[in-house]
């Protein structure tokens, strides 16, 4: 079964938001063996909203739409997907008590315009929107599946999660599609490409890897599709096994969503140890990182962002003679930084980070890309010196994932 997901919207085409939605909904359909071909953004045009359905009617099974289901005048999608389907609208009395009942439990009265959100193609089957007024439509011309639902993330999730995704997987028989993502930290792409290439040339014709290389780190991403979810799965993990043994030391994960972060967490917690931050030319990305997993309040202690070096010698207690010596950008600094954050927050271990970001060097000071990372563990401190060149968010990002695979190691030495 075969998709496109198409997003409605001028905010979109002028970069006034960024689409997430089209991601969201790609991974939903991908979990039950839907592949998707194309994910399109188009504007709030009637005449590239038609043109855009009759160039997709019968090319795919399956066209998922969202925007443009709004109650004010520019928001033309429902319209113009019922002149699409030569349909006119009816009031449909459960997409109305349903509005009367959310405004109700918000003591507002809808307004007029509010109610007519009830107004759909007499064709359309209802996908109930439980999060908003908007609901979503489902209609059939051709060979092809035509889904409306509105652009609001959540509101959009809600009817994926609830209504949609159900219903696709009660109807129609899919392929099974299995992935599996092995996290890499500290190799490149090509490096790591030419450790495996035997390996990767071994591989049935049922499965695909490719790579997801960023700032740090890279991640393999195995594909296997086919009809018998069993063998797929038994492959899959006789490949990952196989590839464990080649580059087992550079791994930190196995799943899809087990980041580094999720991995320092989870070893953080099991050892019962805790963690800290001081921040320069990171700018709390690191705190960032940690504490995006749910429980880090169980190991993260706290952070400083000490960007100037007033904060550096007033907080963290970095001597200005150190800096005066040595230059804020260095390994005497970074190690100083990282002691200070650690006795503030007694924390087992601590980071931290000091460096020239960009976009100029100032005479006399570091080159663009110098970074020194900091590493205090409940036994010893270590500095490194590194330089990830340019621009700017490459420094920021880079930086943050080395600390974390630096954290990473040094925790597991500690595994019993």
Not at 116 to 143: E, I, R
Not at 231 to 252: C, F, P, W, Y
Request: aromatic share 6%; net charge negative; charged share 25%.
């Amino acid at each position: 079964m075969k998709a496109t997901i198409v997003t409605i919207g001028d905010e979109i085409l002028i970069g006034q938001i960024v689409d997430t939605n089209s991601g969201y909904i790609a991974k939903a359909l991908d979990k039950i063996g839907v592949q998707t071909q194309e994910m399109l953004s188009i504007s709030d045009d009637r005449n590239h909203i038609l043109e855009t359905f009759a160039s997709l009617q019968d090319k795919v099974d399956l066209v998922i739409i969202t925007g443009g289901l709004g109650p004010t005048k520019d928001d033309i999608t429902k319209k113009t997907f019922c002149e699409y389907f030569e349909d006119v609208y009816v009031r449909n009395k459960e997409v109305e008590g349903h509005i009367l009942a959310l405004f109700a439990k918000l003591n507002f009265n809808p307004t007029q315009v509010n109610k007519d959100q009830a107004l759909l193609p007499s064709k359309a089957q209802v996908l109930m929107n439980n999060y908003g007024t908007a609901a979503g439509m489902w209609m059939q011309k051709g060979k092809t599946i035509f889904v409306s639902m509105p652009g609001v993330p959540y509101e959009m999730k809600g009817i994926v999660n609830e209504q949609l995704i159900p219903r696709i997987v009660s109807e129609f028989k899919r392929p099974y599609i299995i992935h599996k993502t092995i996290l890499t930290y500290g190799q490149g792409e090509s490096i790591i490409a030419e450790r495996i290439e035997d390996w990767e040339n071994e591989l049935p014709n049922f499965i695909k890897l490719a790579y997801l290389p960023s700032p740090g780190r890279v991640r393999l991403r195995l594909t296997a599709r086919g009809e018998n979810k069993e063998i797929l799965e038994n492959a899959i993990q006789h490949n990952v096994n196989d590839l464990t043994k080649l580059i087992g030391d550079i791994i930190v994960g196995y799943e899809e969503d087990e980041t580094i972060e999720v991995v320092v967490g989870r070893l953080l917690a099991q050892q019962g140890r805790t963690i800290s931050t001081a921040e320069s030319c990171t700018g709390g990305k690191i705190a960032q990182m940690l504490t995006s997993v749910a429980g880090a309040s169980n190991y993260f202690r706290g952070s400083v962002v000490s960007y100037t070096v007033d904060t550096k010698v007033a907080v963290l207690g970095v001597s200005q003679t150190t800096i005066e010596e040595y230059s804020v950008v260095s390994a005497q600094v970074a190690k100083e930084m990282a002691i200070g954050i650690q006795k503030i927050m007694k924390t087992d271990y601590a980071i931290a980070t000091t460096g020239n970001a960009g976009p100029s060097k100032e005479k006399g000071k570091s080159e663009i890309g110098t970074v020194f990372i900091a590493l205090a563990t409940p036994i010893n401190i270590f500095v490194e010196e590194f330089n990830f060149g340019q621009p700017r968010e490459k420094v920021i990002d880079r930086t943050a994932n080395k600390a974390m695979e630096l954290l990473q190691k040094e925790i597991l030495k500690n595994v019993q």
